[in-house]
C-alpha cells in the first residue's frame, strides 16, 4: 500500500512531468505556425501572450483574494515585473525570433543548458560556491551541446541564418536563467502561484505593448491556422504547464522537478520528428545524453545543498 507522504511525491513526479512535456510542445507549434502560414514572429508571439493573459489574471484575482494571501511590498512589485519581463517577454521574444533559423530540437537543447547559466550566475552574483562535480558536469553539458551543435550545423550546410538563430536562442537560455535566479529570490516571500500568476502578466501586457508599438499587422485578419497555433500554444504550452511545473516544485522539489524536465528535449525532439520531420541522428542524441546528465548532475548538487 502507498503511503501518503510516497502517493504525494509520486503525484509530483507526474505533474512535472506532464508539465515538462507541455512545455516541449511550444518550439513545435511554434514551427508548425511558420510552416503552415505567413505570420511573423511579433505577431505570434503577442496572439499567445493575448490568449494567454486572461487564465493569469483571473488566477491573480483568486490568490489576492484568498485569506493567507502575502500583500507585495512597492520593492516586490517593481521585482515582480522585471523579472517576469526578462523571463517571458525578452526570453519569448528571442525564442520567437531564433525559431524562424534553426529546429525545434536543437532549439530545446541550447535552451536546455540555462541550469548551468543559473550556476555560473549563482557563482558571479552571489558568490556560491561551485563543486569539482559541477564544474564537470558544466563541461559535459556544454560538449554534449557541441557534439548535437556541430552535427545540426553539417545538416544546415553551416548557413549563417543558423548562427544567428543560435545565438538567439542562446540569449534566451540566459535570460531565462537570469529569471530563475530572480524568481528564486522572490517566490520564498510571496508563493509560487501568486508570483507565476503576476509576473506572467506583466510579461503578457509587455509583448503587446511591444507588437502595438512595433508592429502594423492587425491581430483580428490573420489566416485562422494562425489562431488556432496561438490559442494552443496559450492553453498547452503557457497556462497549464506553468501552473502544473509550480505544484509540481512545491511536491517534489525544485531539484527533483529539474531532473523530472530533462525529458523536455526529448519530447521536443520525438515531436519535431513526428510533426516537423526533423531529422535526428546518433550524433544528436548522444550530445542530448550529455546535456541532460550535465544538468541532472548539477540538479542532484543543488537539491543537497538546499536540504
Request: hydrophobic content about 55%.
Amino acid at each position: 500500500m502507498i503511503t501518503k507522504p510516497r502517493a504525494y511525491f509520486i503525484t509530483g513526479v507526474i505533474i512535472c512531468l506532464l508539465g515538462a512535456i507541455c512545455f516541449s510542445t511550444k518550439a513545435v507549434l511554434v514551427k508548425m505556425a511558420y510552416r503552415d502560414t505567413p505570420v511573423d514572429a511579433v505577431s505570434l508571439l503577442a496572439l499567445r501572450m493575448l490568449f494567454s493573459l486572461p487564465f493569469f489574471l483571473i488566477s491573480a484575482l483568486f490568490v489576492s483574494k484568498k485569506g493567507d494571501n502575502v500583500k507585495f511590498t512597492s520593492k516586490q512589485w517593481i521585482g515582480v515585473a522585471i523579472i517576469g519581463c526578462l523571463g517571458y517577454y525578452i526570453s519569448s521574444l528571442l525564442d520567437f525570433l531564433g525559431l524562424q533559423y534553426i529546429s525545434a530540437g536543437i532549439e530545446r537543447l541550447v535552451l536546455f543548458i540555462y541550469p548551468t547559466l543559473v550556476l555560473l550566475m549563482s557563482w558571479m552574483i552571489f558568490r556560491k560556491r561551485i563543486s569539482n562535480l559541477q564544474w564537470i558536469a558544466v563541461v559535459i553539458t556544454y560538449a554534449g551541446l557541441l557534439l548535437a551543435f556541430v552535427n545540426e550545423a553539417d545538416l544546415s550546410e553551416a548557413n549563417h541564418s543558423f548562427y544567428w538563430g543560435s545565438f538567439l536562442i542562446f540569449a534566451c537560455a540566459f535570460t531565462y536563467a537570469a529569471y530563475i535566479v530572480g524568481s528564486g529570490r522572490l517566490i520564498p516571500k510571496v508563493g509560487a502561484v501568486k508570483f507565476n500568476s503576476y509576473a506572467m502578466s506583466f510579461a503578457c501586457a509587455a509583448v503587446l505593448i511591444h507588437f502595438f508599438i512595433s508592429s502594423d499587422v492587425s491581430l483580428v485578419s490573420l489566416p485562422a491556422q494562425v489562431y488556432y497555433y496561438s490559442l494552443l500554444m496559450a492553453i498547452l504550452s503557457t497556462v497549464i504547464p506553468s501552473y502544473l511545473v509550480a505544484e509540481g516544485i512545491k511536491r517534489i522539489g525544485s531539484g527533483n522537478a529539474a531532473i523530472v524536465g530533462s525529458v523536455g528535449p526529448v519530447s521536443t525532439i520525438l515531436q519535431a520528428y513526428f510533426f516537423l520531420a526533423e531529422p535526428f541522428s546518433i550524433i544528436q542524441i548522444i550530445g542530448t545524453l550529455l546535456i541532460l546528465a550535465g544538468v541532472m548532475v548539477i540538479s542532484l548538487n543543488k537539491e543537497k545543498a538546499t536540504a
